[in-house]
């Protein structure tokens, strides 16, 4: 089964710094994606990046990117330029690419920032 | 829809009681899946429907746990004498088929006291 972890409960940035949370994951399979989500005080999960397993580039997204590293099955998230907006849960994701439980989402436990003005 | 929409927003029911959760996804979307959400922890995989038809329950914990989506369209989750440990946020999300962006409703928050 596909685990994701997540190691840091908490962090916190001042504005306009940058900062990188950390998650890891174990999977026997080859093709998957990999995700970082954002949970504001909503509840609603929001989309902040995606990585598919086969690309080596890493994706990124405006002030968001990721640091993929497969081989070690590490998947950090970095942002830059930090907002007060930017403050939430953060939760990252596993699913399985192709075949098989190609839907589910596998999530972390998550890692709470707070971005200090 | 614009966007997934779960009611109600939060639900306080008693131990024992019957409770039923709506989720509306986005218009076309044939994929539709409900996640639990216990605190201090990520969301957990419950069920997913593609169409009417539920593909995949392995994640409903017991017998007490159970989920429709007659129409395709509009689905319920549905829990019978809840049990104070059932208290969680319950999401659901949509995506247009199985292997597609999933998109989140607001979840309803869900206390049995």
């Known amino acids: 089964a596909q685990t994701v972890t997540q190691s840091q409960p908490e962090m916190s940035v001042q504005e306009a710094e940058t900062v990188t949370l950390s998650c890891t994951y174990d999977t026997s399979e080859s093709d998957y994606y990999l995700f970082w989500y954002k949970q504001p005080p909503s509840r609603q999960m929001i989309l902040v990046i995606r990585?598919?397993?086969?690309?080596?580039q890493n994706a990124t997204e405006n002030r968001f990117s990721v640091n993929f590293q497969k081989a070690a099955k590490s998947f950090s998230l970095k942002i830059s330029d930090s907002q007060l907006g930017d403050a939430a849960m953060y939760f990252c994701?596993?699913?399985?690419?192709?075949?098989?439980?190609?839907?589910?989402?596998?999530f972390g436990k998550g890692t709470l920032l707070t971005v200090n003005p | 829809g614009a966007g997934v929409s779960q009611t109600p927003s939060n639900k306080v029911t008693e131990k024992g009681k019957y409770v039923e959760l709506r989720c509306d996804p986005i218009s076309g979307h044939t994929a539709l899946y409900w996640y639990r959400q216990s605190l201090g922890q990520g969301p957990e995989f419950l069920i997913y429907f593609q169409g009417t038809g539920a593909a995949d329950d392995s994640g409903l914990p017991n017998d007490r746990f159970f989920a429709v989506r007659p129409e395709g369209s509009v689905s319920t989750l549905k829990i019978q004498r809840t049990e104070r440990g059932d208290s969680a946020v319950y999401l659901c999300?949509?995506?247009?088929?199985?292997?597609?962006?999933?998109?989140f409703g607001q979840g309803t928050r869900l206390t049995v006291v």
């Open positions: 990585q598919e397993a086969y690309k080596q």
């Open positions: 999300a949509s995506s247009i088929t199985r292997n597609t962006e999933a998109f």
């Open positions: 994701a596993y699913r399985l690419q192709g075949r098989g439980s190609n839907y589910k989402l596998t």
